[in-house]
Nanobody
Framework: QVQLAESGGGLVQAGGSLRLSCVAS????????MGWHRQESGKQRELVAR???????NYAASVKGRFTISRDNAKDTVYLQMSSLRPEDTAVYYC?????????WGQGTQVTVSS
């Protein structure tokens, strides 16, 4: 059973920065892509960033220019560097792995941005 473990969430003031980490229990090269989703309370989950096996990236328009997804294949780790944080970025952030037709989800880490 593949496991994804997120860390790095917390409370930060608007304008601040935070880096989330996602450590996989096996090589992330196994997966077609890795990504980060988030879910605000009472809202649907949305994709915020994604990186494919080949290294191409995609970002939600709301975070483009502020968030950066990256990876360290040797450490089986994917990162989400978040800068210029806004209160509307407050959400539970989930690490995701795409394995063919199956998606694997972490348990999530809370990010709270205060105004």
């Amino acid at each position: 059973q593949v496991q994804l473990a997120e860390s790095g969430g917390g409370l930060v003031q608007a304008g601040g920065s935070l880096r989330l980490s996602c450590v996989a229990s096996e090589s992330i090269l196994r997966f077609d892509a890795m990504g980060w989703h988030r879910q605000e309370s009472g809202k649907q989950r949305e994709l915020v960033a994604r990186i494919t096996r080949g290294g191409s990236t995609n970002y939600a328009a709301s975070v483009k220019g502020r968030f950066t997804i990256s990876r360290d294949n040797a450490k089986d780790t994917v990162y989400l560097q978040m800068s210029s944080l806004r209160p509307e970025d407050t959400a539970v952030y989930y690490c995701t792995a795409e394995a063919g037709l199956k998606d694997i989800w972490g348990q999530g880490t809370q990010v709270t941005v205060s105004s």
